[in-house]
């Protein structure tokens, strides 16, 4: 059984969900199965962090490279997402979990869009936990799109060249309001980050495990987990600044 430490819990951890297709090749059965088989690795991890007292979770979904994957692939990932939405909205609902989604929603089928606006609705006064979709999501995209925003709000005179902070920016992005990620979570051994949350995870703890996403339940998040809590984040200080920090934060409490 791994031991955590309830007061050293991540604030966010968002998680690069990969490996489906791998899992189903594996197992000679068609790349879609292993997909749906992600759904509950995905509930496991939900369900995990809403008792532990995780507030923020982020989910890779559907990056927008992904369109560029055969057809069938595509309108079968897009219904997955659609019955998730109907079937999970009532746990959800019981569960206090608000459910937010960041990336191009517009290139969504109206279906998909409208079950994630509906879903985004009734969850929003939600208070339990939050829930980030990462649905048509794209880092650079995300940042240019917060430029062009920035930009416009230069142009109209709401805002000096000067004044642009990366504060300012952050609140452009889709992610406004939301703390950064402390962990991120890669399955499937893929050592790169695939254009996920480029602005986010600039002091984020990185956990890479070999796991396809279809075999990652609780247990292999719990071991995430673990090894978050043994790192020491030092946000640039050294090891001496950041026990001092502690030890002042120690006595205060």
Known sequence: MVELDPSRMPRHVAVIMDGNGRWAQQRGISRLHGHRV??????????????????????????????????????GLMSLLHRYLETELGKMMRHQIRLLAVGSLRRLPPAVRDALRSTIEATRHNTGMTVILAVSYGGREEIARAARAIARRVDRGELRPEQITSAVVAQHLGTAGIPDPDLLIRTSGEMRISNFFLWQIAYTEIYVTDTLWPDFREREFLQALAFYQQRQRRFGKTPAQVERDQQRLRAVN
């Open 38 to 75: 992600g759904k509950d690795s995905v509930r496991a991890v939900v369900e995990t962090s809403r008792r532990l007292g995780i507030p923020y979770l982020s989910l890779y979904a559907f990056s927008s490279e992904n369109w560029g994957r055969p057809p069938r692939e595509v309108d």
